[in-house]
């Protein structure tokens, strides 16, 4: 067993020093940035995930999300990320793993606002194949002033009790981190994390983006599952717990 995957079954997450090289980076930050300037093409399934500013709507998203963007922008799903990422989920979890959902997430400048602890699994339908795998792919060099991942171990699989941010913002939970350690990458470094593993970022206080692409892969049987139920990773988010 390689020590990627060992690390990965051991402590719910694992990293990729590299996926791929800046070269190719470049060829999706040219398509990330679109979408990121592209805020009527995108409105849909946009959100900033520090929760929106009722009195000012004009204010500077501080954590812009964009849930599916292959939606918009197909050729997304030819560049190499797609399919190394999901090379490494099938070797992590088994043959069976498919791309679920793609997503883009952007910390602008100066902004300083975490993305508080929580775990993916909240938001999350409950399915009876618990194996899902996110990649986690720096699209900016990362560490923990512009916000690179942080983590902690969750040796079981309890979803923990999550709140949303004011405004609709991200959920979130309170829980011991002391022992939690973070993760700087490179530009085309990645990080892999499960469901249940709990993780954060710090605020952007640098003068630079800080641009990530998100993969998520589970077993195309619960894919399948998802979408009779209505889940297509499109929509308000919403709670497990």
């Known amino acids: 067993m390689n020590t990627i995957k ?27 940035n679109h979408l990121l300037h592209d805020k009527e093409k995108t409105a849909h399934l946009r959100s900033d995930l520090a929760g929106q500013n ?26 190499i990320a797609y399919s190394k990422a999901l090379q490494q989920a099938k070797d992590l979890l088994g043959d069976d793993m498919e791309l679920d959902f793609d997503m883009l997430i952007n910390k602008a400048p100066h902004t300083d606002t975490p993305t508080p602890w929580h775990q993916d699994a909240a938001y999350w339908i409950n399915l ?58 490179d530009i085309g470094g990645c990080t892999f994390h499960d469901g249940f593993t709990l993780h954060y970022s710090r605020g ?19 894919i399948e599952l998802e979408r009779e139920q209505g889940m297509d990773h499109t929509g308000v988010r919403k709670q497990r717990s």
């Open 6 to 32: 060992t690390d990965f079954l051991k402590n719910g997450f694992t990293k990729v020093d590299r996926l791929f090289d800046i070269d190719t980076a470049q060829e999706l930050l040219d398509i990330y």
């Open 54 to 79: 009722e009195t000012n709507t004009k204010i500077t998203e501080r954590i812009t999300q964009i849930m599916r963007p292959s939606l918009i922008e197909p050729q997304l799903l030819k560049h």
């Open 204 to 222: 952007n206080t640098t003068d630079s983006q800080r641009r990530a692409l998100i993969l998520n892969f589970r077993p195309k049987k619960m």
């Open 128 to 185: 009876p194949d618990k194996r899902a795998v996110s990649c986690w792919i720096a699209l900016d060099k990362v560490y923990e002033d512009n916000g690179c991942m942080w983590f902690l171990s969750v040796h079981n699989q309890n979803v923990l009790e999550h709140n949303n941010l004011p405004n609709g913002g991200a959920l979130y939970c309170h829980t011991d981190t002391s022992k939690a350690i973070s993760i700087p990458l």
